[in-house]
């Protein structure tokens, strides 16, 4: 049974910076994407980023280009959302996804998704 558990979320002033987990287990990953989306209340929930298991490909949202990582850590079969220059706007509960093959932005494409994690920053 795949399960994704996300973690590390919080409360941090603008311009602060965050780390969220997403362990993986259940299956392995080769040949996935691995999805972070978030959504803030009464909004849609929309992609943030994504990276490919094998090769490390990674893809942002232009709204977080620049200030959002993906790395990764395969022994652990962990995927990390590295959130840098923080902004009010980026408040949501952020969770990861995983689908099979390649990448989509669109979160009903992806078959597995954690419980979630609130990131709230704070102006």
């Known amino acids: 049974q795949v399960q994704l558990v996300e973690s590390g979320g919080g409360l941090v002033q603008a311009g602060g910076s965050l780390r969220l987990s997403c362990a993986a287990s259940?299956?392995?990953?080769?040949?996935?994407?691995m999805g972070w989306f978030r959504q803030a209340p009464g909004k849609e929930r929309e992609f943030v980023g994504a990276i490919i298991w094998n090769g490390g490909s990674t893809y942002y949202a232009d709204s977080v280009k620049g200030r959002f990582t993906i790395p990764r850590d395969n022994a652990k079969n962990t995927v990390y959302l590295q959130m840098n220059s923080l902004k009010p706007e980026d408040t949501a509960i952020y969770y990861c996804a995983a689908r099979f093959l390649a990448y989509s932005t669109d979160p009903g494409s992806y078959a597995y998704w954690g419980q979630g994690t609130q990131v709230t920053v704070s102006s």
């Open positions: 259940g299956r392995t990953f080769s040949g996935y994407t």
